[in-house]
């Protein structure tokens, strides 16, 4: 019930938006270059969606694979921060110096490194996603009941057993958490490097249309990556909700 409510909101909240869109570009009378209207922005889509699909794919696979690969070694490095004063004293500080520098910057970088295929923005996709799955993780690891962890340490279990049996279980809340931030920032990671240096992918999209000033296609571009970029984050929550139906943040909401 819940759920259908929620998308009945999204679904009116988006209607109204286009509606009011498609209003003010009947009024206001802009050029097309400067504000297409959404009837216009679809009959784009229309006009070659396998051309349109096949770049969403470059870019999809760009920020799945930098996705994983921050999530997985994320992962690892939350749980040795957690583990090692040694790694959270550098590893820990090396990551916050990393996550203040703008990744477009870093972008030509990787470029000159591994070249203009699929890895460089694999890579930028990953330095922007994976800080985001280190905090949380850390936080949920740390955040468990001091009583619980003295029960376990009473009956003798070794670090590897508290982390699997106790610290990660209590974890899970806090990773989904960090994992629907780092699905963004996943994506606006391979969008930055297809910005930089691609032949293909929604960002060489949205760049070679700026350039010939055929703005249609841009926006279209824009709406693509809006409705991916939502269903990414509604995968991750189906995840959640699939992994951990018993966090409390669900029980309240159900």
């Known amino acids: 019930m819940e759920t259908g409510k929620r998308t009945l909101s999204v679904l009116l909240v988006l209607v109204a938006f286009l509606a009011f869109w498609q209003l003010a570009v009947m009024l206001l009378r802009p050029p097309e270059y400067l504000l297409p209207s959404p009837v216009a922005v679809a009959k784009e889509l229309g006009t070659a969606p396998e ?4 770049h969403a794919v470059r870019t999809i696979g760009a920020t799945l694979l930098g996705f994983a690969a921050a999530l997985g070694l994320g992962f690892i490095a939350a749980v040795g921060i957690v583990y090692s004063r040694i ?3 550098t590893l820990y500080t090396l990551l916050v110096a990393l996550n203040s520098i703008p990744k477009i910057a870093l972008a030509p970088l ?14 930028v996709s990953f330095t922007i996603a994976v800080f985001a799955i280190v905090v949380d993780t850390v936080l949920g690891l740390r955040s468990i009941d001091p009583d619980a962890l003295d029960l376990f340490k009473s009956v003798r279990a070794t670090p590897l057993q508290i982390l699997i049996r106790l610290r990660f279980p209590n974890s899970l809340p806090y990773l989904f958490a960090g ?3 780092a699905i963004s920032l996943a ?3 391979a ?3 297809e910005f930089v ?6 960002g060489y999209v949205i760049l070679a249309a700026q350039g010939s000033f055929q703005t249609t296609r841009v926006f279209a571009a824009i709406v693509l990556l809006g409705v991916l970029g939502t269903i990414l984050f509604f995968i991750v929550e189906v995840l959640e909700w699939v992994v951990c139906p018993w966090h ?7």
């Open 51 to 54: 051309w349109y699909l096949s």
């Open 87 to 89: 790694l959270e004293n």
């Open 110 to 123: 990787f470029i000159i490194w591994m070249g203009t295929g699929l890895t460089s923005k694999v890579a």
């Open 179 to 181: 994992m629907k931030v």
């Open 187 to 189: 994506l606006v990671g």
């Open 191 to 193: 969008i930055a490097g």
């Open 197 to 202: 240096a691609s032949q293909a992918g929604l």
């Open 248 to 254: 409390v943040s669900h029980r309240e909401r159900s």
